[in-house]
C-alpha cells in the first residue's frame, strides 16, 4: 500500500512515517515509479509504536524490542516481560524523584538553597 493509504488507515500522518521510516521502525520499498510501497501488516505495527509510545517507550527502545517481539514464540510472554522492566525503570525513577524532591524540601527556607550539603 502507498504511504497515503497507510497515514489513513494508522491514523497519523506521512511526514511521521517518513520519520520512523528514516530511523528504521519501518521499511517500505521503492516502486519503480517512485512511490513507497508498504505491506499491510506495518499498520498493525504503527498501531503498536503509537501505543508503546502512550506506554513510556521510547522509540529506540521499540526499534531495539521490535525484531525480539516479532519472532518471539509468544509475544504475550515476551510484552509482559518488557513491561517488568519498564517498570522497574519506572519505579527507579520514581525512587530517584522521591529523594531529589526531599532534598529540595529539606533546602526550602534555608537562605540559600543552593549551598552545598
Not at 522509540?59 to 504475550?76: N, Q, T, V
Request: aromatic share 6%.
Amino acid at each position: 500500500m502507498r504511504i497515503g493509504e497507510l497515514a489513513a488507515q494508522a491514523g497519523m500522518t506521512k511526514d511521521t512515517i517518513r520519520f520512523y521510516e528514516k530511523v528504521g521502525l519501518v521499511a517500505g520499498h521503492r516502486l519503480a515509479n517512485g512511490y513507497r510501497d508498504f505491506a499491510p501488516e506495518t499498520v498493525v505495527w504503527l498501531h503498536y509504536v503509537r501505543t508503546a509510545q502512550k506506554l513510556g517507550f521510547s522509540l529506540a527502545e521499540i526499534a531495539r524490542h521490535g525484531e525480539e517481539l516479532r519472532d518471539a514464540p509468544d509475544s504475550a510472554q515476551a510484552l509482559s516481560a518488557l513491561f517488568q522492566e519498564k517498570i522497574q525503570v519506572i519505579d527507579a525513577r520514581m525512587a530517584e524523584l522521591g529523594a531529589l524532591r526531599a532534598e529540595l524540601t529539606a533546602r526550602v527556607g534555608t537562605g540559600c538553597p543552593l549551598r552545598a550539603s
